[in-house]
C-alpha cells in the first residue's frame, strides 16, 4: 500500500523546456545545505526502510528552533556544497562516495498570477528527487541530460524550501551500468534555475534547414491551454516570418518558409560558423535562439557538409575541468579553455564521450566551428534484455537530442560504445537508432564499435550494427591494448560496407615529463611514437573521413591503479590534467595541419 502511494507521489516527468538561457529565470546556483544519507533514512523508502512520513527530509523539519518535538536532522544546521558542483570534489571525505547525499536550497520568490513555475535541473547524477515545500515533484534518472519540474501552484510568496535527494549508486541494470571507466561524480553537477512562463508558453522548438535547401522548416511545440494558438517563427536578418496555428490537439505548429532570392543564408560550417537570431513567439510568449543553418550527408565513404568534403579532424573528450583538481566541468569558462585546446591541436571536431556534455560545451563549440558527436552512456555491458533499462537509455537519448537538435555543429547521434555483440544487445541498439531517426532525420546516426581481427593481420569490423548506421565508427587500440606500435606497420584494413570510416578512438598512455626509451611503457616517447606509427598505418584506409583520438586530457578513473603513473588518471590524454602538452599533441597537430 505504501508503495502504491509513493509512487503515485512521485509525478512523472514533464517534457524538457529548452533554451533555457534565453527564459525569464531566477538561478539557484550556489551554495546549498547538504545532509549526507548513507542509509537512506531521510526517504519513505518503501523497499527498505518506511519512516513516518513526517520525517521525511522532504518536510524540511528544523530541530534547532523547536526541541520539544524529536526531529534527526535540521537543514539549518547543516554543512553547505557548491552547485553546480560533484561532490566528489568539495572535501576529501567525499572523494571515493558513493550513495545518497541531499541538498537544499532555501529561496524567495514572488509567483505572479497567469504565469507556471518551473524547476528545471541541467543535470543531476544519477537519481534525483526534488520536491518543494514538502511535496514530492518527481524523480529522474540519468545524469547527463536536463529536466524541469513544475512548481505552478507550489511556489509560495517568500521563502520556499527546494530540496533534492541525489543518489549516484551504481547499478546493474542502470545506464551506464556499474562498470565504467570515469569518475562517478555525484552530485547537482549542473546549473539549477527557478523559470517561469506564460499559461502557454513555447516549450520545444526544432528550427532547421528544409529538405531541398531552399528554406526552412520545423516545428514549434506549445505547452498550456491553448493548444490552437498561433506560433510565429522570424528570422529577421533573412526576412523571414511565418505563423501557424497550433494543430489544437498536441499543441504542435508545424512551418516551413522559403528563402527569398537575394537573402540566401550563408551556410554554418567550421570556417564560417555563421548562425542567424531567430525568434520564436506565441501569445505573450517570446524567445530567442541563434540558429545555424547547414547539411550533412554521407556519399559513399565520404562525409559531406554543405555538400563539400569534409574530413573530422577530432579529438575526445571527457566532461572534466580544465585543469587540475578536475572535478565535473560545467561553465562556459572551463568548455572555452577545454575546446581552446582541441582547436590549438587542428580539430574542427569533437566527441563528446561517453554522455550528453553540459549544454555550454556545444554551444561554444559551434561557436567556434568545431562539430560535434553526442553520445549516451549506453557503454560496455548494459542489461539489453531488461525493458526498463531500454526505457531509461531511449529516455536519455531523447532528452539529449531534445536539447541539442537545434546546434548546426552537432552532426552525429551516437547511441552507444564499445558493446559487446548479442542478439539482445542488437534489438537494444536499432531501437534507440530508430528513435534517433524518429526525433531527427537530419543527422548522422552512428556508435563506437570494436574492431576484429579474422586472421592475423586483417583488420576489419565485424557487427551487424553496420548496416544500421551512418559510419564505420570504431575503437581500435593497435600499439596499445594490441601489440605493440610496430604491428600498425603490418596490418591492413578492410570493411565490409562502403560506408565513411572515422576512428572513435585510438592512442595510449603516458604520463606527462616522464621520458625514457621508446619502447617503454607510459614514457612520452612510447605515446608519440604510437601516435605515429597510428596515424601511418591510418593513413593507408582510403576509407577514412576522421578520427578522434583518445583522449584530450588526462581524466579521473578508479580502474587506473599504478601509483606513481596513472594515481587514478587514465592517462591517454594528449595533454595532463594540469594542462601540459604531451608530445603526441604536437603529432596529430602536424598530422591535422597536413589534412
Ligand atoms: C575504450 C573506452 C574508453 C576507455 C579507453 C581506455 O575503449 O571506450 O572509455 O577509457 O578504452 O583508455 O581504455
Known amino acids: 500500500m505504501l508503495s502504491f502511494i509513493l509512487a503515485a507521489a512521485i509525478g512523472v516527468l514533464q517534457p524538457q ?48 528552533t523547536d ?11 547543516a554543512e553547505k556544497m557548491k552547485v553546480p558542483g560533484d561532490w566528489n570534489t568539495q572535501g576529501d571525505k567525499f572523494y571515493y562516495f558513493e550513495g545518497t547525499i541531499w541538498f537544499r536550497r532555501v529561496f524567495e520568490a514572488d509567483p505572479q498570477p497567469g504565469k507556471r513555475y518551473f524547476i528545471h535541473f541541467g543535470a543531476v547524477n544519477y537519481e534525483a528527487v526534488a520536491g518543494l515545500n514538502g511535496k514530492i515533484l518527481g524523480t529522474h534518472k540519468g545524469g547527463f541530460t536536463p529536466f524541469d519540474l513544475e512548481v505552478t501552484g507550489l511556489l509560495k510568496k517568500g521563502s520556499n524550501s527546494l530540496i533534492v535527494r541525489v543518489d549516484n549508486t551504481r547499478h546493474p541494470d542502470g545506464v551506464p551500468m556499474q562498470n565504467f571507466d570515469w569518475w562517478n561524480y555525484g552530485g547537482i553537477t549542473r546549473s539549477v534555475c527557478l523559470v517561469e512562463a506564460p499559461e502557454t508558453f513555447v516549450r520545444d522548438y526544432f528550427v532547421r534547414l528544409s529538405a531541398d535547401g531552399k528554406g526552412v522548416e520545423g516545428w514549434v511545440q506549445l505547452d498550456g491551454a491553448s493548444r490552437e494558438a498561433v506560433a510565429s517563427v522570424e528570422i529577421p536578418e533573412l526576412g523571414i516570418r511565418t505563423e501557424t496555428n497550433a494543430d489544437g490537439i498536441s499543441g504542435k505548429a508545424t512551418f516551413c518558409a522559403q528563402f527569398k532570392k537575394k537573402k540566401q543564408p550563408e551556410r554554418w560550417s567550421p570556417e564560417n560558423p555563421r548562425l542567424y537570431e531567430v525568434k520564436i513567439a506565441s501569445g505573450e510568449d517570446s524567445i530567442t535562439d541563434r540558429i545555424g543553418f547547414r547539411t550533412i550527408e554521407t556519399k559513399g565513404c565520404k562525409i559531406l557538409i554543405n555538400g563539400k568534403e569534409t574530413f573530422l579532424k ?131 546516426v552512428s556508435s563506437a564499435m570494436e574492431k576484429d581481427e579474422p586472421e592475423p593481420g586483417h583488420m576489419t569490423v565485424k557487427d551487424d550494427l553496420i548496416d544500421y548506421v551512418d559510419l564505420i565508427s570504431y575503437n581500435q587500440y593497435v600499439g596499445w591494448y594490441d601489440g605493440d606500435f610496430e604491428k600498425c606497420d603490418r596490418v591492413y584494413w578492410t570493411f565490409p560496407v562502403e560506408k565513411p570510416v572515422i576512428i572513435t578512438e585510438f592512442g595510449g598512455g603516458a604520463k606527462f615529463g616522464r621520458h625514457g626509451a621508446v619502447t617503454d611503457r607510459f614514457t612520452e616517447e612510447y605515446q608519440a611514437k604510437l601516435y605515429e606509427k597510428n596515424i601511418e598505418m591510418l593513413s593507408r584506409i582510403p576509407e577514412l573521413a576522421g578520427a578522434s583520438p583518445w583522449i584530450l586530457k588526462d581524466f579521473r578513473s578508479p580502474r587506473r591503479q599504478l601509483n606513481g603513473i596513472q594515481d587514478e588518471f587514465n592517462r591517454k590524454g594528449l595533454v595532463s590534467e594540469n594542462g601540459e602538452k604531451k608530445k603526441a599533441f604536437f603529432i596529430m597537430q602536424e598530422w591535422y595541419s597536413r589534412k
Request: glycine content about 4%; some cysteine; overall charge negative.
Open 314 to 444: 577530432g579529438v575526445a573528450i571527457h566532461e572534466e575541468i580544465p585543469f587540475a583538481p578536475s572535478g565535473r566541468a560545467f561553465s562556459e569558462e572551463h568548455a572555452r579553455i577545454t575546446l581552446g585546446l582541441a582547436k590549438e591541436m587542428g580539430c574542427n571536431f569533437v566527441r563528446l564521450a561517453h554522455y550528453p556534455h553540459n549544454e555550454n560545451m556545444v554551444r561554444v563549440a559551434e561557436e567556434m566551428g568545431i562539430m560535434v558527436w553526442d553520445e549516451i552512456p549506453v557503454y560496455w555491458a548494459i542489461d539489453w534484455s531488461n525493458r526498463e533499462t531500454y526505457e531509461n537509455a531511449e529516455n536519455q537519448l531523447a532528452e539529449m537530442i531534445t536539447r541539442d537538435k537545434n546546434r548546426a555543429n552537432v552532426i552525429i547521434w551516437s547511441v552507444s560504445n564499445e558493446t559487446p555483440r548479442s542478439k539482445a544487445r542488437l534489438d537494444f541498439l536499432t531501437g534507440l537508432i530508430a528513435k534517433a531517426r524518429e526525433m531527427d532525420p537530419t543527422r548522422l
Open 17 to 64: 523546456i529548452i533554451n533555457i538561457q534565453d527564459r525569464t529565470q531566477t538561478s539557484l546556483d550556489g551554495d546549498w545545505d547538504y545532509l549526507v544519507d548513507q542509509f537512506a533514512n531521510g526517504y519513505l523508502d518503501y523497499r527498505q526502510n518506511p519512516m513516518p512520513a513526517g520525517n521525511t527530509f522532504f518536510a524540511d523539519r528544523h530541530f534547532f
Open 67 to 77: 526541541q520539544t518535538r524529536l526531529v534527526e536532522y535540521d537543514f539549518d544546521a
